[in-house]
């Protein structure tokens, strides 16, 4: 199934929104971290929110998002970027909580306290760091309260994610409606009211909707038009050389304990569960490249 994002834009009434369908990508990731499927909606749901996110940057820019809550799933990491790209993972992908009036339970999973982390990558300067308490540990509370909060924009966000009883995700998508400065009160209301009847998302999916008819429902009678569609994807950008690096980082002193105590290594990337080896005579090699240190 085809992984999508659809933005509209309405400029006369002041409005953003974006829609996307993630069933595939989402699917992919929980079967690379073998997730419960409570722990399944709760990264499918970062996924989702932060495929939305990604769209929102600009060319060659990404964004990150670490929830960290008090619950065992312990974090959720994510990273898209303006490509479409996405990969993430979760701290304990076993961990899991029993439903809720007939829903996963992703703040059973996540814990209703923590914190909400949001890292932009811009390519300038120092990287953009925004901090919010989690409102609900639901996820799209969560992302909702961030961009109220840290970027003063009032948004609404719906993320569903609906997994079957084999642990097969069948259906995962979102949206994402910002209001743009001056703000009209009655498309306000208005959006408030018609996102306030919206069925859950998974519901609206699998009843054969797309992003574009959800969008559709929410700007019922608000003129919008299309900015984009975009593919998703899931991609991890790991590679050898870029573990190469991260054990050169370990310091000279680190790397010879390394050899002495372990000889062969193998370094497991989070986001995807590749696992690069290396042997003595690899690592021995590294160990020759790194200059003395600085005395
Ligand atoms: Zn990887």
Redesign the pocket.
């Given at each position: 199934m085809k992984n999508y994002l659809v933005r509209v834009i309405g400029e006369k009434a002041g409005v953003l929104g974006l829609a996307c369908v993630t069933t595939g990508l989402v699917d992919r990731a929980c079967r690379i971290h073998g997730t419960s499927p409570a722990a399944s909606a709760a990264l499918g749901r970062a996924l989702t929110g932060g495929a939305l996110m990604g769209n929102l940057m600009k060319s060659g820019q990404q964004i990150g998002l670490k929830f960290e809550g008090n619950g065992p799933l312990g974090k959720i990491i994510v990273e898209a970027d303006y490509s479409g790209a996405l990969?993430g993972f979760v701290g304990n992908p076993g961990a899991d909580a029993p439903s809720l009036d007939g829903k996963l339970n992703v703040s059973g999973v996540l814990g209703k306290e923590g914190f909400l982390t949001v890292f932009k990558d811009t390519g300038l300067e120092e990287p953009y760091q925004g901090v919010v308490k989690l409102r609900t540990g639901e996820i799209a509370e969560d992302l909702a309260a961030y961009f109220v909060e840290s970027e003063q924009v009032p948004s609404a966000v719906g993320l569903g994610v609906f997994v079957e009883p084999d642990g097969a995700v069948s259906s995962a998508g979102g949206f994402l409606v910002q209001t743009l400065p001056p703000q009209d009160g009655d498309v306000v209301d208005q959006l408030i009211r018609r996102i306030e009847k919206l069925p859950p998302v998974t519901a609206f999916l699998r009843a054969g909707g797309t992003p574009e008819s959800l969008l559709e429902e929410i700007f019922d009678g608000i003129p919008v038009r299309t900015l984009e569609t975009k593919t998703l994807f899931w991609r991890?950008?790991?590679?050898r050389e870029r573990i190469e690096r991260v054990l050169l980082s370990l310091g000279k002193k680190e790397m010879a304990r390394l050899i002495r105590e372990q000889g062969d290594v193998a370094v497991t990337?989070?986001?995807?569960?590749?696992s690069y080896a290396f042997s003595r005579e690899a690592l021995t090699a590294l160990h020759r490249e790194m200059g003395d240190p600085i005395p």
């Open positions: 990969r991890c950008t790991c590679s990337c989070e986001f995807c569960g590749t």
